[in-house]
C-alpha cells in the first residue's frame, strides 16, 4: 500500500540550478497538489492538478512549474534554484469528490538551495 | 480568501491531562474544516473533518473537535494527553464550491507533552 511517493526524500542545490521533484500515487486519484512547508507558515499550495493534462497556479507559484501527463504523476520544477526555494515539499492527492474528502499526503521532500 | 489562525504556535501539556489546540478560520460561509497530525519527518495524516454534519466530530487516537459557527473556531481537544501524541498539528479550511477542493492551513500547533 504505496499510497504517495514522492522522490527524492532529500536534495540539496546550489542556486541557478534546476531539478525536478517526482510524486507518484497508486489511489487513482483524480486530485492532485504540491505544497510546500516552512516554519509558522504551514503549508502554502505551489499548484495543483485537477485530472490528467491539466494544471493550475495555487497561492506561490513563482519559480515553479509543473506537469501531469500521467494519472498517477505530478513532477513539480525549479528551473533555477533560489535560497528562498529552501523548504520541506509535500505532494498530495485526493479522488476529487466532496464528500469523500481527505488528502492522503507523501512524506516530503527536503531541499536545500545554497 | 479564506484564512486559518492557529493560537499558540507551541503548547505544551503534561501527560494524562487536557489537550487544547485552537484554531478560527475567516469565512462568511461555513466552510469544510480539518485537521491533520504530522509526526517527525513525516507527512500529514487526517485526524477528522467536519462537512457539514454534526458539529462534534470524532477523530482517530481519541482526539475531537467542536465546529462552533458563533465564533468561527474549530478548537481540537483531547481528555487524557499520551506521550505518543507530541506532534505538529495543523487546521485547515476548505471553502464550499472550491472546484480544486483545496485546502488552506494554519501556521500549525507543536504539542509537547511532559512525563
Known amino acids: 500500500n504505496a499510497g504517495v511517493t514522492q522522490t527524492p526524500k532529500f536534495r540539496v542545490l546550489k542556486t541557478g540550478q534546476s531539478m525536478t521533484l517526482l510524486c507518484a500515487q497508486d489511489?487513482?486519484?483524480?486530485?492532485m497538489y504540491w505544497y510546500r512547508q516552512d516554519p509558522g507558515m504551514g503549508l502554502r499550495l505551489i499548484h495543483y492538478?485537477?485530472?490528467?493534462?491539466?494544471?493550475a497556479k495555487g497561492e506561490v507559484p513563482d519559480g515553479y512549474n509543473v506537469s501531469r501527463l500521467k494519472k498517477q504523476n505530478f513532477l513539480l520544477g525549479l528551473e533555477s534554484a533560489a535560497p528562498s526555494q529552501t523548504s520541506v515539499y509535500f505532494c498530495?492527492?485526493?479522488?476529487?469528490?466532496?464528500?469523500?474528502?481527505?488528502?492522503?499526503f507523501g512524506s516530503g521532500t527536503r531541499l536545500t538551495v545554497v | 480568501a479564506q484564512s486559518v489562525t492557529q493560537l499558540g504556535s507551541h503548547v505544551s501539556v503534561s501527560e494524562g491531562a487536557l489537550v487544547l489546540l485552537r484554531c478560527n478560520y475567516s469565512?462568511?460561509?461555513?466552510?469544510?474544516l480539518f485537521w491533520y497530525v504530522q509526526y517527525p519527518n513525516q507527512g500529514l495524516q487526517l485526524l477528522l473533518k467536519?462537512?457539514?454534519?454534526?458539529?462534534l466530530v470524532k477523530g482517530i487516537n481519541g482526539f475531537e473537535a467542536e465546529f462552533k459557527k458563533s465564533e468561527t473556531s474549530f478548537h481540537l481537544t483531547k481528555p487524557s494527553a499520551h506521550m505518543s501524541d507530541a506532534a505538529e498539528y495543523f487546521c485547515?479550511?476548505?471553502?464550499?464550491?472550491?472546484?480544486?477542493?483545496?485546502?488552506?492551513f494554519g501556521g500549525g500547533t507543536r504539542l509537547m507533552v511532559k512525563p
Open positions: 469565512s462568511s460561509v461555513p466552510p469544510y
Open positions: 485547515a479550511v476548505s471553502d464550499q464550491g472550491n472546484a480544486g477542493n483545496m485546502l488552506t
Open positions: 498530495a492527492s485526493n479522488y476529487g469528490d466532496r464528500v469523500n474528502y481527505g488528502y492522503t
Open positions: 492538478s485537477v485530472g490528467e493534462g491539466t494544471t
Open positions: 467536519y462537512t457539514s454534519a454534526a458539529t
Open positions: 489511489m487513482n486519484h483524480e486530485y
